[in-house]
T-cell receptor, first 115, second 115 residues
Framework: DAGVTQSPTHLIKTRGQHVTLRCSPI?????VSWYQQVLGQGPQFIFQ???????GRGNFPDRFSARQFPNYSSELNVNALLLGDSALYLC??????????????FGPGTRLLVL | AQSVTQLGSHVSVSEGALVLLRCNYS??????LFWYVQYPNQGLQLLLK??????LVKGINGFEAEFKKSETSFHLTKPSAHMSDAAEYFC?????????????FGTGTQLKVEL
């Protein structure tokens, strides 16, 4: 079975632009989470979606938004890009919320560079 | 809020030597704890997890970790390091966000294995 897939793998944007990152979860997984990993740091939680509803939001500005589609894939949108948005964006999927015991499986990430 | 502290941002061992990566957590509720590994330019791969039950958890690639509530620790060990173990290792704690849950990561430990 295919794992979590993300597209694109790499992206270069300039300040002020908008970006859309995409994630397809493992087949049958209904929960998708997004994390930002700045170079040299651990991943930071951005959003969690389950059954197309937002179930959690991290400490990120409103420039960050996301949605989940009926097929459980997800998009992360970032508006008005800043240099500090340069990072590896990771998507993780899990079967369900299930009280937190569910393992989150991570995709390879999208590396975003903002110039 | 829950948090994770990884002592030592860089650890260097000789091939065949014991690997010990330290993780301490802060949690007001019984924690779910995870270790993930990240190889260069890749996403995160789950090594092992502790939810409930046996406090000594065995994972992939010969790694294991022991949950010690009294010490609020979840250190990762491997008896004999291999060159292929060189990577960055992240400890994480599951935090519940009301309607969902998220992983809170430590800052990571870069493991170097020398001949």
């Amino acid at each position: 079975d295919a794992g979590v897939t993300q597209s694109p793998t790499h992206l270069i944007k300039t300040r002020g632009q908008h970006v859309t990152l995409r994630c397809s979860p493992i087949s049958g997984h209904k929960s998708v989470s997004w994390y930002q990993q700045v170079l040299g740091q651990g991943p930071q939680f951005i959003f969690q979606y389950y059954e197309k509803e937002e179930r959690g939001r991290g400490n990120f500005p409103d420039r960050f938004s996301a949605r989940q589609f009926p097929n459980y894939s997800s998009e992360l949108n970032v508006n008005a890009l800043l240099l500090g948005d340069s990072a590896l964006y990771l998507c993780a999927s899990s079967l369900a919320l299930a009280g937190g015991r569910e393992t989150q499986y991570f995709g390879p990430g999208t590396r975003l560079l903002v110039l | 809020a829950q948090s994770v502290t990884q002592l030592g941002s860089h650890v260097s061992v000789s091939e065949g030597a014991l690997v010990l990566l330290r993780c301490n957590y802060s949690s007001s509720v019984p924690p779910y704890l995870f270790w993930y590994v990240q190889y260069p330019n890749q996403g995160l791969q789950l090594l092992l997890k502790y939810t409930t039950g046996a406090t000594l958890v065995k994972g992939i690639n010969g790694f294991e970790a022991e949950f010690k509530k009294s010490e609020t620790s979840f250190h990762l060990t491997k008896p004999s390091a291999h060159m292929s173990d060189a990577a960055e290792y992240f400890c994480a704690v599951r935090e519940f966000t009301g309607g969902g849950n998220k992983l809170t990561f430590g800052t990571g430990t870069q493991l170097k294995v020398e001949l």
